[in-house]
């Protein structure tokens, strides 16, 4: 069976779904330049207005790290607290990334990722194989957006030139699911590597 017609390209998120990532990995290496403890820390952070902003590149990690500075009382340097902020990284997803390589001779490969400069330096290093998969990564700091929001993936559309409709989306995350379906693309919510295989053989890109 060919690759069905209506998918002309194909969109992954990268934290949980190309490679695993733990944030109390963060607070546990943040946690011995702060007087909270872990689980104080852990009530205390949020994806909030610095957090969105540093991933829109509308500040800079010095801004955002001063912010996390007083938010979880962290008498730490900015490497210090850049060290424990990469810690979230854990293995590549072997058997996605092994998915994505076996598709990226029928379709065009693309990452879309909610980051920022001092995690892209970090995981460019750190995935050389899954990086490889992708025609294009577009990074949120780059783009000035943030998955879910549907200008988003309009951009990305513009971008690659492939209409939303036709764009297979994965996402380990339902808001963003389903931000992309309001958007208009086609839309898989990944809770293991078996989604991904699944979702590639109904098209029958594998």
């Known amino acids: 069976m060919g690759t069905d017609d209506t998918i002309e390209g194909l969109l992954f998120d990268m934290g949980g779904v190309v490679f695993e990532i733990d944030f109390e990995k963060a607070l546990r290496t943040w946690s011995q330049w702060s007087i909270l403890t872990i689980e104080e820390m852990g009530n205390r952070f949020r994806m909030d207005g610095p957090y969105e902003k540093h991933e829109r590149g509308e500040i800079d990690a010095s801004q955002y790290f001063d912010h996390l500075r007083k938010l979880l009382e962290l008498n730490a340097s900015n490497r210090e607290i850049a060290l424990g902020w990469n810690a979230i990284y854990l293995e590549e997803i072997a058997e996605t990334v092994d998915c994505i390589l076996n598709v990226t001779d029928s379709l065009p490969c693309y990452a879309f990722t909610n980051s920022n400069p ?3 330096e970090y995981w460019e290093a750190e995935y050389p194989r899954a990086i490889q998969c992708f025609d294009r990564v577009f990074v949120s700091s780059n783009l000035g957006l943030r998955k879910p929001d549907k200008k988003a993936f309009e951009t990305i559309s513009n971008e690659t030139g492939i209409s939303l409709s036709k764009i297979l989306f994965f996402d380990d995350l339902e808001e963003n699911v389903e931000g ?25 890109a594998l």
């Not at 379906?181 to 029958?204: C, P, T």
């Open 118 to 120: 001092t995690h892209q």
């Open 180 to 204: 992309a379906r309001v958007a208009g693309m086609q839309a898989v919510l990944v809770k293991s590597h078996l989604d991904v295989k699944h979702a590639l053989e109904n098209i029958g």
